[in-house]
């Protein structure tokens, strides 16, 4: 649907230096739908931005092995007096262009000028040079740091990169003021630029000095070499939508103020004419090939010695787009940022397009309509990449000031994402009929219309185009994965609530069971396909015919479907369950339900922490509770009790009994059961005995002086119980301290910070043993799960604790440094929504796929013996299980591809059933398809899962630059195949994946891949087994925080979310910040008295209590809406969020930036801007 050549909006756009190609200077080309302006005669000034903050430096990228350490140097700038003199030699003037190329003009010396097609005597003398805007985040340049913890830094320069031909079209008018000067054929001289406006200012960050990493191989990576790609030849365009050229391309220096007419360089009009095509000679000027005169100029006094010398990138970041989609008017929106207009740089803002003011945004500069204005006063931003100026130097923090580097509010948004998202797609039903359409957002709250393919909310899909091949799969590296989470719970929670939906409808076929392929066992679905009348159906997933059963025979309507197809589940619907007969159950024996069993530490350290009183006081109401299907009868769960340290005491329950009965084990090291009957009761059963040993048990243990305690007899003795019931179950432990007592399981205390960022930190993640992995193993076959609840002063060894409940299917809760005030809510709270919630037990869950493709790499809290088979001893609401596909076959666009995901479990009411997910996705055979469907949050939830699995095995730092190279490859493939030939100065991203950068660099930034010096090794264990059995919607906002502005808090709605960044604090302000895990109440040191009374009843700064867990109820309608959203946010997560308040310039302030993710973070990671730089260098390595 695209026109073969691109004509181009400026001929002068091929780049004549190989070093020119936009290295410090960024262009966005983002695919969005159809906008209604533009004007074919666009051009776009771009010129480099200055050099005071460089994170990167101009080379390549090394991916394949570890980077030397380099420490950071600061420099001053360049004084005003070698400005002067660099300048003086200069010919400026307005004359014709020379022979050599258009706007091109090579100098007789062997030391070019920057530009020969001016001329003028004397360089321009200011009488006042402001500092430069910046967008870095507003903080003092860092000290000098080892560059160990910062991966994206150094390296050495790149190979020569051909530049990108384009088609000229000889009638396409120029519009500029002047004829526009490229980067210079040898990058010796430094660029104006840089040189006309540098006031003496704080030191500029140099990047570290260029050197060849050495290569190391990559062992967990197993993809397609890099691309090599030389040049962009014209070539029809495939991509989905006309590009949006967002030309921010470079950020220059200063923009005086004092000078609001035209630049001083510009002594004309600007002329409009057609510019003709370039001769051949001309076009093979600006291919030059790498020769003896392109050298690097010795460093500029002042700076180190590997500081790169920055050039004027001109034409390079021309962005060149064509409005030819169908005869459609023009249906790009470009934005003109002549950025230089008031400080006499190169571009001469244009004058008004014939028949267009230019769009014009309350608030904002109204771009391209008349002669350039004045800068306008600060004014309000609207969250849109697409249309946000850069921010005038008199709206920067003083730090600000300092740097001058991309514009934040220029670079894909989040934020503007979700709200686009959500105003899209919220107001009408998705229907799941439309095989191939990608869903709305995890953020957006939206209903479902289930017509054949499974909800979103229990399937989503990487892609919902798939490539037909596995070479082309390779090529595009995007990765080919659903998250499944089977027992979902509808619908989600949200604040205002779409109606309910109904729960998968239950079909029972009796005695004879649900209705099967002959051959590959797939189960009746809508993609089956019946022939004969009726009396046959062909299998979707192998094409296998197999007769229908006489008791399900139907006939066939018209279009060759049932008659009774909307009557069936089975036959219409996406999602539904089966009752499952005697032959799905062990030994062909119905199952008894389930029962849960209470493991209580009572060592001395949970005595003292208050752990051990809590838990006994709630359990007395919390065993009301227990999970059942039909609310009005009692659950069927049957309970047990155990108390531990070095031996555990058994008690007996039974309701004859006036009191309880304990019974010790002490020799652990053959753990057995000491009673059957009393162990296991009802609840309704034994209330009045279960009570008592609760009250007794803190009394008991108040004054124990036993410290050790055991693990793994805990896990033997809740097996053996289970065993003897024959029943499957759950294990609920209670465990405070790292079990060093002579018990099988015993382990030692192996934190040893040094090993971080070594070779041999993946040690630290793997269990010290393999006795709970076998441990692990019993516990699945008998359908045990367990949940462990941790209460840590110190080193537990997570990594090995944690095995068995990631193997069983279970979870594990983490609360460091106990205290019952202020942690009590907490725990409380997760112990009733793990007691409560919906689960199966005794699960095994097989994922099927049409000819093609195959499952073939699983990601979750599971165990499998067999490569097919996922056993899950428990599965609760919470749990996903991600699955990867890769090719066996050629798929066809015809029929598409196909999965069904059936779990069989144990219903907490003792029936066994079968869980039945469909998903019917598209494939494509061209990539610009594969592109347009994709969705990057479940993209990022797979990566990360990817990536903290690899770290058990490779060196973190590996594993991060494989990501990098990952998504590179993504991007460059998407650059190279589907965007229209541009400048190597854009960065051009796919509509559906433009957030993949900053979601990228918040995954490589977690404290899993990236500690920072207080990260606990228990911590990162912990978060590694959290994230391994996330939903979508979960890993979106532990890797993206929601930050809300509290200043208005009218009506139902939330108020818009704000970028993830310091910048966007406002000091008068108050912000909620939610990452899945916490709540933080940031408030700045100027709040206004009426908000700080309205939210926590004093009016003044310095009264707020910092250590307060819950806000005060007070009666005014900004505190209860503040405290109902708070409530809303908790209800969505399957943790409890605590509540932090945290005050400006705190200590506590520390841990809310460290949650800033588009902030350079204190352990080394890079900021949003500089990874997005980072990224856009390694696209360009890899086209070249």
Same mark, same amino acid.
């Given at each position: ?119 003028? #005597?004397?360089? $321009?003398?200011?009488?006042? =040079? *402001? +500092? /430069?805007? !910046?967008? &870095?985040?507003?903080?003092? @340049?860092? %000290? ?59 030191? #500029?960050?140099? $990047?570290?000095?260029?050197? =060849? *990493? +050495? /290569?190391? !191989?990559? &062992?967990?990576?197993?993809? @397609?070499? %890099? ?62 090939? $790498? ?6 100029? /010795? ?73 350039? $204005? ?811």
């Amino acid at each position: 649907s695209f026109p073969s050549k691109a004509v181009a909006a400026n001929p002068v756009s091929d780049l004549s230096s190989p070093l020119d190609l936009g290295n410090c200077s960024l262009s966005l080309s983002l695919f969005a739908a159809p906008l209604p302006y533009l004007h074919a005669s666009t051009a776009f000034v771009c010129v480099s931005r200055s050099p005071v903050s460089q994170p990167y430096s101009h080379g390549a990228m090394n991916l394949s092995g570890p980077h030397p350490s380099y420490s950071q140097q600061y420099g001053a700038p360049p004084p005003m007096q070698q400005v002067t003199n660099q300048m003086s030699g200069m010919q400026i003037g307005s004359g014709p262009p020379t022979s050599v190329g258009p706007g091109y003009a090579h100098h007789p010396s062997s030391q070019p000028p920057i530009s020969a097609a001016y001329s003028s #005597a004397a360089p $321009p003398s200011y009488t006042q =040079a *402001p +500092p /430069p805007l !910046s967008a &870095a985040p507003s903080q003092p @340049p860092p %000290p000098s740091e080892p560059a160990a913890s910062q991966p994206y830094y150094g390296g050495p320069p790149p190979p020569q990169q051909q530049p990108f031909p384009s088609a000229h079209h000889p009638s396409q008018p120029f519009v500029s003021s002047s004829p526009y000067l490229g980067p210079p054929s040898q990058p010796q001289a430094p660029p104006v630029s840089q040189q006309q406006s540098f006031p003496p200012g704080p030191p #500029a960050q140099q $990047p570290f000095p260029n050197s =060849a *990493p +050495p /290569p190391v !191989s990559q &062992a967990s990576y197993s993809g @397609p070499p %890099p691309l090599t790609q030389h040049s962009f030849p014209p070539s029809s365009q495939s991509g989905p939508f006309p590009p949006i050229s967002i030309s921010p391309s470079q950020y220059p220096g200063p923009q005086p103020q004092s000078q609001p007419g035209p630049p001083p360089f510009h002594s004309g009009p600007s002329p409009r004419g057609p510019i003709p095509p370039p001769s051949m000679s001309q076009q093979q000027a600006n291919h030059l090939p $790498p020769g003896p005169m392109q050298q690097q100029q /010795p460093p500029q006094p002042g700076m180190q010695g590997g500081y790169p010398t920055q050039q004027n990138v001109g034409p390079g970041c021309l962005g060149r787009h064509v409005c030819q989609l169908m005869n459609v008017s023009p249906p790009c929106r470009v934005y003109n940022r002549s950025i230089l207009s008031s400080s006499g740089a190169f571009g001469q803002p244009r004058g008004p397009q014939p028949g267009y003011a230019g769009p014009h945004y309350p608030g904002q500069q109204n771009y391209g309509a008349g002669p350039a $204005p004045a800068p306008a006063p600060p004014a309000q931003k609207r969250l849109d990449p697409d249309s946000i100026p850069s921010p005038q130097a008199s709206e920067l923090p003083a730090v600000q000031k300092s740097r001058h580097r991309i514009d934040p509010d220029a670079i894909p948004s989040p934020i503007q994402v979700i709200e686009d998202d959500r105003v899209n797609k919220s107001s009408e039903p998705f229907t799941t009929g439309v095989k191939g359409q990608a869903p709305p957002l995890v953020t957006t709250n939206f209903q479902v219309k289930d017509q054949g393919n499974a909800s979103p909310r229990f399937i989503r899909c990487t892609a919902y185009n798939m490539p037909c091949t596995a070479d082309m799969a390779k090529q595009s590296q995007v990765p080919l994965a659903a998250v499944i989470k089977p027992l979902a719970m509808l619908p989600l929670p949200f604040l205002d609530p779409p109606p309910p939906q109904t729960p998968p409808y239950i079909v029972d076929h009796g005695d004879g069971g649900p209705i099967r392929c002959n051959r590959c066992k797939a189960y009746m679905c809508p993609y089956m396909q019946f022939i004969e009348g009726g009396r046959r159906f062909q299998c979707g997933f192998c094409s296998c015919v197999t007769e229908v059963p006489p008791h399900y025979f139907q006939h066939l309507d018209h279009t060759g479907k049932r008659v009774d197809c909307y009557d069936r589940p089975e036959l219409s619907q996406g999602s539904y369950e089966f009752v499952a007969t005697v032959d799905y159950c062990k030994n062909n024996k119905l199952p008894q339900p389930p029962s849960f069993i209470f493991f209580i530490d009572v060592s001395y350290n949970a005595v003292k922490s208050g752990m051990v009183n809590i838990v006994c006081q709630e359990l007395k109401t919390l065993l009301d509770y227990l999970p059942r299907e039909n609310p009005e009868a009692d659950s069927v769960v049957r309970v047990g009790f155990v108390t531990y340290n070095k031996v555990l005491h058994f008690y007996n329950v039974k309701s004859s009994l006036a009191q309880p009965q304990m019974m010790v084990v002490s020799d652990v090291s053959d753990m057995f059961l000491p009673l059957l009957d009393g162990f296991l009761v009802g609840v309704n059963d034994s209330r009045m005995v279960i009570e008592s040993l609760l009250d007794q048990i803190p009394e008991m243990f108040a004054d124990t002086r036993e410290t050790e305690t055991v693990f793994g007899p805990v896990i033997q003795a809740g097996l053996e119980a289970l065993k003897a019931a024959d029943c499957a179950g759950k294990l609920f432990v209670f465990h405070s301290t790292l079990p060093i007592a002579e018990a099988p399981g015993k382990l030692k205390n192996r934190e040893d910070k040094k090993l971080v960022g070594t070779d041999k930190e993946k040690s630290l993640f793997q269990p010290q043993s393999g006795f709970y992995s076998n441990l692990s193993k019993e516990c699945v076959a008998q359908g045990c799960c367990v949940d462990l609840f941790l209460f840590p002063n110190q080193y537990v060894d997570v990594a090995t604790l944690g095995v068995v409940p990631v193997s069983t299917g279970g979870s594990v809760y983490k609360y460091t440094y106990f205290q019952a005030e202020t942690d009590r809510e907490r725990f409380l709270n997760d112990l009733r929504r793990d007691v409560q919630k919906p689960m199966g037990f005794d699960a095994v869950m097989r994922v099927r796929t049409s000819t093609g493709i195959r499952a073939t790499d699983f990601f979750g809290s599971f165990f499998m013996s067999n490569t097919t088979d996922v056993e899950l001893a428990g599965l609760d609401c919470d749990k996903t299980v991600t699955v990867e596909f890769r090719h066996d076959d050629k798929l066809s666009e015809d029929t598409g591809a196909l999965m069904q995901c059936a779990v069989l479990y144990t219903s907490c009411s003792g029936q066994r059933r079968l869980r039945v997910h469909n998903m019917a996705v598209n494939c494509c055979s061209q990539l610009a398809d594969l592109y347009r469907n994709c969705e990057t949050d479940t993209i990022i939830n797979f990566f990360s899962k990817y990536a903290y699995r690899s770290i058990l095995n490779t060196p973190t730092k590996t594993v991060r630059d494989t990501m990098v190279n990952q998504c590179a490859q993504i991007l460059a493939c998407y650059r190279k195949n589907c965007a229209s030939p541009s400048s190597a100065g854009q960065l051009i991203l796919p509509e559906c994946m433009k957030l993949l950068p900053v979601y990228l660099n918040c995954v490589l930034k977690s404290d899993v891949l990236q500690p920072g010096a207080d990260i606990s090794l228990d911590d990162r264990a912990y978060l590694r087994q959290l994230l391994s059995c996330m939903d979508v919607s979960e890993s979106h906002i532990f890797f993206y925080p929601r930050l809300l502005p509290l200043v208005k808090l009218d009506g139902g709605s939330l108020p818009m979310a704000v970028r993830n960044s310091e910048e966007r604090l406002s000091k008068g302000g108050v912000y909620l910040l939610e990452t899945g895990l916490h709540l933080f109440l940031w408030v700045g040191a100027n709040a206004q008295q009426e908000l700080l009374s309205n939210i926590f009843g004093t009016p003044t700064f310095s009264q707020i209590d910092p250590n307060m867990t819950s806000l005060p109820e007070l009666d005014n309608p900004f505190s209860q809406r503040l405290r109902e959203i708070i409530d809303s946010f908790r209800s969505q997560r399957s943790r409890y969020m605590k509540l932090m308040v945290v005050k400006q310039e705190d200590k506590a302030e520390l841990i809310f930036k460290h949650f800033l993710c588009e902030d350079k973070s204190t352990s080394g990671g890079a900021s949003y801007v500089d990874f997005l730089c980072h990224m856009h260098k390694e696209i360009r390595q890899l086209l070249s």
